[in-house]
C-alpha cells in the first residue's frame, strides 16, 4: 500500500468510447503525475500537476485529457483512443517543500488499458 | 536531453547468485539517481538513491554507487532470493531547470527472474 490509488485496475474500451482514469493519494503530496508504460520501452512522462497547476505536458496527443481538481486527485480522460495506447498508465504523486524536490515518486498500482 | 541506458533482460539467476544490472546516464546537470522496482502487478517504489558523486545508495541488501566519471550508477546485490524476481528501473532527476517537483528520465527497465 503506497498511498496512491487507481481505479480502475483493467479497462477495455472501443475507439470510439469515452472512459476516465482515476487517481487519489493518501500522503500529502503537492505534485501528481502520469505515465505510461509500455511493453520494452521506458516509461513516458505524459503530464505533472504541481499545486493543481499543469506544469509538464509532454507533447501528448488531445485524445488525452488531464484534470487535476485539487492536489488529492487527478483524472485522465480518455476519447477516441488508438489500439496503439493499449498500455499500463501509472499515477504517481510526490511532495515539494521550499522549491526542493527529494526526486522520490509514490506510484500506484496502475490501469491496465486496452483499446479495441 | 537526460537519457538513462539499461541493460538489456531478462536476467535469470539462481537464489544466492551474485547480481549486476548496469544503468548509464546522460544528463546535463548535477542528478540525482534512483532504482526504482515493480513487483509482479504492482507500481514502482523506490529501491534506493544517491544524490552525489560517490554517494552509495542501499537498501535490502542491493547497492548502487554514484560514478560520475563514468556516468554509471549499477546495481549490485551479493545474493539474491526468489521474492527478488520484478523489472528493476534505473532514473535520473535533473535540477537544473529549477523545478521543485521529481521529473525523472527512466531506463527502459530490466526483468529479473530468480530459481530457486
Known amino acids: 500500500e503506497t498511498g496512491v490509488t487507481q481505479t480502475p485496475r483493467h479497462l477495455v474500451m472501443g475507439m470510439t468510447n469515452k472512459k476516465s482514469l482515476k487517481c487519489e493519494q493518501h500522503?500529502?503530496?503537492?505534485?501528481m503525475y502520469w505515465y505510461k508504460q509500455s511493453a520494452k520501452k521506458p516509461l513516458e512522462l505524459m503530464f505533472v500537476?504541481?499545486?493543481?497547476?499543469?506544469?509538464e505536458n509532454n507533447s501528448v496527443p488531445s485524445r488525452f485529457s488531464p484534470e487535476c481538481p485539487n492536489s488529492s486527485h487527478l483524472f485522465l480522460h480518455l476519447h477516441t483512443l488508438q489500439p496503439e495506447d493499449s498500455a499500463l498508465y501509472l499515477c504517481?504523486?510526490?511532495?515539494?517543500?521550499?522549491?526542493?524536490?527529494?526526486?522520490?515518486?509514490?506510484f500506484g498500482e496502475g490501469s491496465r488499458l486496452t483499446v479495441l | 536531453g537526460n537519457s538513462v541506458t539499461q541493460m538489456e533482460g531478462p536476467v535469470t539467476l539462481s537464489e544466492e547468485a551474485f547480481l549486476t544490472i548496469n544503468c548509464t546516464y546522460t544528463?546535463?546537470?548535477?542528478?540525482?539517481l534512483f532504482w526504482y522496482v515493480q513487483y509482479p502487478g504492482e507500481g514502482l517504489q523506490l529501491l534506493l538513491k544517491?544524490?552525489?558523486?560517490?554517494d552509495k545508495g542501499s537498501n535490502k541488501g542491493f547497492e548502487a554507487t554514484y560514478r560520475k566519471e563514468t556516468t554509471s550508477f549499477h546495481l549490485e546485490k551479493g545474493s539474491v532470493q526468489v521474492s527478488d524476481s520484478a523489472v528493476y528501473f534505473c532514473?535520473?532527476?535533473?535540477?537544473?531547470?529549477?523545478?521543485?517537483?521529481?521529473?525523472?528520465?527512466f531506463g527502459q527497465g530490466t526483468i529479473l527472474t530468480v530459481h530457486p
Open positions: 504517481a504523486s510526490s511532495r515539494t517543500s521550499g522549491g526542493h524536490n527529494t526526486g522520490e515518486l509514490f
Open positions: 500522503l500529502g503530496h503537492n505534485a
Open positions: 500537476y504541481n499545486f493543481k497547476e499543469q506544469t
Open positions: 544528463a546535463t546537470g548535477y542528478p540525482s
Open positions: 544517491a544524490t552525489k558523486a560517490d
Open positions: 532514473a535520473l532527476s535533473d535540477d537544473a531547470g529549477g523545478t521543485s517537483y521529481g521529473k525523472l528520465t
